[in-house]
């Protein structure tokens, strides 16, 4: 298991330390926004649907979303790489057995894709003020497995917030063509640096594909816990952790590379 705060010898030598990559769900920011969301991109099908002769319950398009999220995770896990959201939308368009309209298909993904902006997530605590702390030490790098929500959008998620300027670099999984674990998604993260991964620090909250990814590319980890309501890494919480160290919060990050 990974060293708690309560002990007081740091495994992560921080007088080495001049890299940090971050992730992005469930670790600077929670899941939030997730009901807005859904109900504005079903909307959209539903009313894309009548438009084509083909009025749909509200049923089949959860049941339609749900099959394109497995579809998804098929993909994430064994391909290390995450469809885009077009293909995505065009997956659970043919399960619901609707006429390829371009017009609708552009208006559903657009709805998927940007939904986030109206119902956005929220910051975790301390999150803008420890970053703003970091990146006067090292460098920060972003690398974010992306979903219906590509990059391009949770740039501007974060620059509303007042955080992307902080960040040197951004690694999303749509732009990349990988998602982690996959050692490209922080070889774009590092790119432009002169440290060794023996000199970076990863900060996510999953063991699969962060901290796994992390490690075995040659960086320290750091397993984050601080947000309750994360539920991609529930099948590991009680299993060992390559983890070097386990973070509860953000200013558990501040003491673990600041103090």
Not at 53 to 73: G, M, R, T
Not at 104 to 110: F, I, P, W
Request: hydrophobic share 40%; aromatic share 8%; with cysteine.
């Amino acid at each position: 298991m990974p060293q708690s705060l309560s002990h007081s010898e740091n495994p992560i030598p921080k007088e080495r330390i001049k890299a940090i990559t971050i992730d992005f769900w469930n670790t600077l920011y929670d899941s939030s926004g997730g009901d807005g969301r859904n109900h504005d991109r079903h909307e959209t099908i539903l009313r894309n649907a009548a438009r084509l002769n083909a009025p749909l319950e509200e049923s089949a398009v959860k049941a339609a979303q749900k099959q394109a999220w497995e579809y998804f995770n098929k993909v994430w896990r064994e391909e290390q790489r995450t469809p885009s959201t077009r293909r995505m939308v065009e997956h659970f368009w043919e399960y619901l057995d609707l006429s390829a309209d371009e017009q609708a298909l552009h208006e559903v993904t657009l709805a998927f894709e940007e939904g986030i902006l109206k119902h956005p997530p929220h910051l975790l605590p301390n999150v803008k003020e420890v970053l703003a702390r970091l990146s006067g030490k090292y460098y920060l790098a972003l690398i974010s497995d992306t979903a219906f929500s590509p990059g391009r959008v949770l740039k501007r998620v974060m620059e509303a917030d007042g955080i992307a300027e902080y960040f040197s670099m951004m690694s999303f999984s749509d732009e990349t063509g990988v998602s982690k674990p996959h050692p490209r998604a922080y070889e774009v993260a590092l790119a432009g640096t002169s440290c060794t991964a023996q000199e970076c620090v990863h900060i996510g909250d999953i063991e699969r594909t962060d901290i796994v990814g992390a490690k075995e590319y040659g960086m320290f980890a750091i397993l984050f816990a601080g947000d309750p309501h994360a539920r991609m890494n529930d099948e590991h919480k009680d299993l060992p952790t390559q983890a070097d160290m386990r973070a509860e919060s953000w200013l558990d990050i501040a003491h673990l590379l600041l103090e």
